[in-house]
């Protein structure tokens, strides 16, 4: 329970290090991610290929020593997880190694109960033994939801990854 025990929830669940056993639920979560964020922008739609790469993805993380998957588990069931890596910085860029939280979803009716708090913090603690001196993201612009508990968990605006599609037959100017 939040206050009682840093690894459980007020809803019991625990957060724990994602096991392979856990690959198709995480999985699922993130085909309900990818889902909702289509339904604030259309670019987020994905190839019929991707839940296979995303496991793939997943699993190659679980067996990384510089990456991290946790899970938020409800009576063994995951209810969301996240994805967090440990980069070292190239020297051009600026100095510090960083940690990278490249998925965080918790399932739609599990919401605003602590969940995804939970989760971050736990990867904060993870952060901290890893030497990790600042931690990024990338969240969608469209999605303000995300945008606001990312500022409550202490992210500010750092650089912006802009976008622009190419089409066929568009003429660039010279």
């Known amino acids: 329970m939040i206050g009682c025990d840093a690894?459980?929830?007020?809803c019991h669940a625990m957060i724990r290090t994602g096991a392979r056993r856990d690959i198709d639920?995480?999985?699922?979560?993130?085909?309900?991610?990818?889902?909702?964020?289509?339904?604030?922008?259309?670019?987020?739609?994905?190839?019929?290929?991707?839940?296979?790469?995303?496991?793939?993805?997943?699993?190659?993380?679980?067996?990384?020593n510089d990456s991290r998957?946790?899970?938020?588990?409800?009576?063994?069931r995951p209810?969301?997880?996240?994805?967090?890596?440990?980069?070292r910085r190239s020297?051009?860029?600026?100095?510090?190694?960083?940690?990278?939280?490249?998925?965080?979803c918790v399932t739609i009716s599990e919401r605003r109960r602590g969940i995804g708090s939970a989760l971050v913090r736990h990867t904060f603690r993870w952060f901290e033994t890893r030497g990790v001196t600042a931690s990024e993201l990338h969240a969608a612009e469209l999605n303000q939801t995300a945008q606001a508990f990312w500022r409550a968990m202490g992210y500010e605006p750092y650089?912006?990854?802009?976008?622009?599609?190419?089409?066929?037959g568009e003429e660039m100017e010279q």
């Open 7 to 10: 690894s459980t929830l007020s």
């Open 25 to 64: 639920a995480i999985v699922a979560l993130w085909s309900e991610m990818a889902n909702e964020h289509r339904t604030m922008d259309p670019r987020y739609t994905f190839a019929p290929e991707a839940p296979a790469a995303v496991a793939r993805h997943i699993r190659r993380s679980m067996a990384c």
């Open 69 to 76: 998957v946790f899970v938020a588990d409800l009576h063994g």
């Open 79 to 87: 209810i969301g997880y996240i994805l967090a890596e440990v980069h």
């Open 91 to 104: 020297p051009i860029y600026p100095i510090g190694v960083y940690g990278c939280i490249s998925d965080l």
């Open 159 to 168: 650089i912006r990854l802009m976008r622009r599609s190419m089409y066929a």
